[in-house]
């Protein structure tokens, strides 16, 4: 099947070749289709633009006088066509992304530098933020990808989720702690433990799968940012959860040690896309963070 070419292509080839049947032949078209294409053309500006010959058409005034015009169309068209390709191939466009705070410690970082190698020619752009923002910001069209968290153990919803991989939990203890020797926790034998959470209601934060347990955590202070959550454990003030993409971040002064898996069942990660809006291009691994549970693909749009 023939590429299909605008009227004003059409309108140009015919002028350059000055032959119904020469420009049909080019383009690939029926000399019947070119002649019905510029009938077309004539409709729509009122005015014959070709002289018919008995050999070959020449152009009217007025086809002389739309010559240029058309052939801006034809430059422009070009252009576009250039650039819409480009954005197939990943040689040009945008990426916006927006990812959690922990998926920033290593895992986003190594992935956006693997597709900034591929496609160096890609915008990106990252927003920060909690997963519900991000969930939030792709269904309103103003993020293209996600990497989200959800620890109910389903995936993400009002969205298409592509599984990246699970992590578990660590418990961050001060260096001297009684228990950092230790290679492995349950959440009793933490139970006169402060805790430095990222909330006041444990149920907004890492803790709130263990409620069901009946594991109720004491807050001793509440730091949002992970930096400040890692300041006060060092400093002895209490004890926090590390989820394992931030373990390769901890300052070395802290004891990790991984809390069984019946009290914190194990995070999933995933890169979210809008639901109808398909990912195409390739997909390519990228080293899986430090300690973690699988590979990353490379989403490209």
Do not use: N
């Not at 890692?230 to 991984?258: H, I, K, M, N």
């Amino acid at each position: 099947m023939p590429t299909p070419h605008s009227l004003y292509e059409v309108f140009l080839r015919v002028a350059r070749l000055a032959s119904f049947t020469a420009a049909a032949r080019s383009l690939g078209y029926t000399q019947s289709a070119v002649s019905r294409q510029i009938q077309t053309l004539e409709d729509e500006w009122g005015a014959p633009l070709f002289d018919r010959l008995p050999r070959g058409v020449r152009l009217t005034e007025a086809g002389r006088v739309l010559l240029p015009h058309a052939e801006a169309v034809g430059e422009r068209l070009r252009t576009a066509r250039a650039e819409l390709d480009a954005l197939r191939t990943l040689g040009a466009g945008r990426l916006r992304i927006g990812s959690f705070a922990t998926a920033d410690a290593a895992l986003l970082p190594r992935a956006l530098a693997a597709f900034r190698t591929r496609h160096p020619a890609v915008a990106l752009t990252r927003t920060e933020g909690p997963s519900a923002k991000h969930l939030a910001l792709l269904a309103a069209g103003e993020l293209d990808l996600a990497v989200v968290a959800d620890t109910s153990g389903r995936p993400p919803r009002d969205c298409t989720p592509h599984h990246l991989l699970d992590e578990r939990m660590y418990v961050a203890l001060p260096g001297g702690h009684r228990l950092a020797g230790r290679t492995g926790l349950r959440l009793a034998e933490l139970a006169d433990e402060e805790w430095i959470a990222a909330g006041t209601r444990p149920e907004e934060t890492l803790m709130h799968s263990a409620l069901a347990g009946g594991f109720r955590p004491r807050t001793g202070f509440v730091a949002a940012d992970w930096i400040a959550k890692q300041g006060f454990v060092a400093a002895g003030l209490g004890v926090t959860l590390v989820p394992e993409l931030a373990a390769s971040s901890v300052r070395p002064d802290l004891a990790l040690v991984p809390l069984h898996p019946d009290d914190t069942p194990r995070r999933g990660v995933y890169a979210a896309t809008p639901r109808d809006r398909p990912v195409t291009g390739r997909r390519g691994p990228a080293d899986p963070p430090e300690g973690g549970r699988g590979r990353v693909g490379i989403l490209s749009r």
